[in-house]
């Protein structure tokens, strides 16, 4: 059965700093993993995917995330906050049939 | 390029109402295509899904249904509206695992 966890529902940075979100995943088979930014009232909108390539994966918007096998995790970072950064993040992974979507993480940006 | 066209952007409805949502994608063909609903504070809750016309799988018992009329068009309806039925509702389509979901703007349902 696949399924997703996202570790923290709500998560604060202060503008500049780094941003680590955390997803980690059960599949049974090698899966796709994405992750999604949703702003207030708007759709979902593709930030990154990983598909078997390359384990370090580069997103829109200064985003990347780190497939680990070995850990079943695939959490997304950014060197340096913005404030248009705030949103809902949410991890999803395919097992080809289905999406399972996490929970979503409610990112902050303080000034 | 593909795009998807999901309306109205927002509705208010009364309970025990009618709903119709209009889904549309373009540039692509037989695409999968489903139904999310993400009340508030809460996570996305796949409610249809469908890998052709005719064809549609549904994920939760509810006072909703799903049609597809033609190979790009999906609509979400119900023949009476509850208030729990308030929400935001998506729509999106994917061709296979590895393109992901492309979604649609949403709706926000307000059942009063």
């Known amino acids: 059965a696949q399924s997703v966890t996202q570790l923290d529902s709500h998560v604060s940075v202060s503008e500049g700093t780094p941003v680590l979100l955390r997803c980690n995943y059960s599949?049974?088979?090698?899966?796709?993993l994405f992750w999604y930014v949703q702003h207030p009232n708007k759709g979902l909108q593709l930030l990154l995917k990983?598909?078997?390539?390359?384990?370090l994966v580069k997103g829109i918007n200064g985003f990347e995330a780190e497939f680990k096998k070995s850990e079943t995790s695939f959490h997304l970072t950014k060197p340096s906050a913005h404030m248009s950064d705030a949103a809902e993040y949410f991890c999803?992974?395919?097992?080809?049939?289905?999406?399972?979507f996490g929970t979503g993480t409610s990112l902050t940006v303080i000034p | 390029s593909q795009t998807i066209h999901q309306w109205p952007a927002t509705l208010v409805q009364p309970v025990g109402s009618p709903l119709s949502l209009e889904c549309t994608v373009e540039?692509?063909?037989?695409?999968?295509l489903y139904w999310y609903r993400q009340a508030a504070g809460r996570g996305l809750q796949l409610l249809f899904y469908?890998?052709?016309?005719?064809?549609i799988s549904s994920e939760v018992p509810q006072n909703l249904s799903a049609s597809r009329p033609q190979d790009r068009q999906f609509i979400l309806s119900s023949k009476k509206l509850l208030l729990s039925d308030s929400g935001f509702y998506l729509c999106?389509?994917?061709?296979?695992?590895?393109?992901?979901?492309?979604f649609g703007s949403g709706t926000r349902l307000t059942v009063v």
């Open positions: 599949s049974s088979y090698s899966p796709s």
């Open positions: 990983y598909t078997s390539a390359a384990t």
């Open positions: 469908s890998v052709g016309i005719g064809q």
């Open positions: 540039g692509t063909s037989n695409p999968n």
């Open positions: 999106a389509w994917s061709l296979d695992r590895g393109h992901g979901y492309t």
């Open positions: 999803v992974v395919s097992d080809g049939n289905q999406f399972y």
